[in-house]
């Protein structure tokens, strides 16, 4: 006896007939969010902050994902096997558009322990890292760039399968075949912004094991309400998308709660754009590199 009591059976459309035969079930983890927010006292903190490198937008945010992330680690795991596992630290991935041979390219770098960094250190790194991909003199991204432009994607594919069962599922390094650690960290920041993109949803990448990823918009005059008036203030819209196979709704909506506060409200929040206490030391047998942000190709 069928369990589902159905009905007849529905003739189908042409492009029904080609939905059906081009997708299979869901199986996709990603959920969506956004967050529309007025940037006026962002961009007041950001050009008062006593800094040697000016700070951007992009850093703002991603300071303050790096201290939301550690308010709540629960967002912060390493799917491995089957099983979820706390990450010691805190990096973040900003995405870097560049000029190649082939056109535009987006790669971009990581910061490592981005929440024990001040927002002016932060800044720094970032000037540094993009100058080095710039000029192609980041050694870890100029390998896998060579890497991959010898293989075909038939080869590429299986390639990455064995580089993201040896990095995530084994914890193993592969430095010595010139492919860096970890390279994208716990969370990826995209600024399509630059591009005049006012809003997009940037879907997880299967092989960046990043279950968090947050995308900025143009900023551009959008209507708020002040004071239960209706006004026009310069605004910028920020998405994430979330793995749902590390977190619940419940997490997501915690975290974006606590960025939506410091992000209207930076000033009453300053203490979280300092260094919250000293990096963490290079362990024996660790490479001194991890110090400084580590840089590769980036995906979507």
Request: aromatic share 8%; glycine share 6%.
């Amino acid at each position: 006896m069928p369990h589902i009591p159905l009905g007849a059976r529905q003739s189908l459309t042409t492009y029904r007939k080609i939905a059906i035969a081009s997708w299979k079930h869901p199986r996709d983890p990603s959920t969506y969010s956004w967050l529309d927010l007025p940037v006026e006292e962002a961009e007041a903190f950001l050009k008062a902050y006593p800094s040697e490198t000016r700070p951007s937008l992009t850093h703002y945010i991603a300071k303050i994902v790096a201290h939301c992330l550690e308010e709540h680690p629960e967002l912060n795991h390493l799917l491995r096997g089957e099983n979820l596992y706390r990450r010691a630290r805190t990096d973040v991935f900003i995405t870097t558009l560049l000029k190649s041979k082939q056109g535009s390219d987006l790669s971009g770098f990581v910061i490592r322990d981005a929440a024990r960094r001040s927002l002016g250190e932060m800044a720094k790194l970032s000037a540094e890292a993009a100058e080095r991909l710039k000029k192609g003199e980041d050694a870890d991204t100029e390998r896998t760039e060579r890497l991959t432009a010898r293989m075909p994607v038939w080869l590429l594919r299986p390639a990455m399968w064995f580089q993201d069962v040896a990095h995530y599922t084994l914890n193993v390094s592969l430095r010595r075949f010139g492919l860096p650690d970890d390279r994208f960290g716990s969370v990826m920041i995209s600024n399509f912004g630059v591009l005049g993109i006012d809003n997009a949803l940037v879907p997880l990448s299967p092989y960046c094991r990043c279950p968090l990823i947050i995308g900025v918009g143009r900023t551009r005059p959008m209507p708020v309400v002040r004071d239960g008036q209706v006004a026009v203030a310069e605004c910028v819209t920020i998405s994430f998308t979330f793995d749902h196979r590390y977190a619940d709704g419940v997490h997501g909506g915690l975290m974006m709660r606590r960025f939506q506060k410091i992000f209207v409200k930076p000033t009453r929040y300053a203490s979280i754009f300092e260094a919250e206490k000293p990096a963490e030391v290079v362990r024996e047998g660790e490479s001194q590199e991890q110090d400084r942000p580590s840089t590769a190709p980036a995906t979507g």
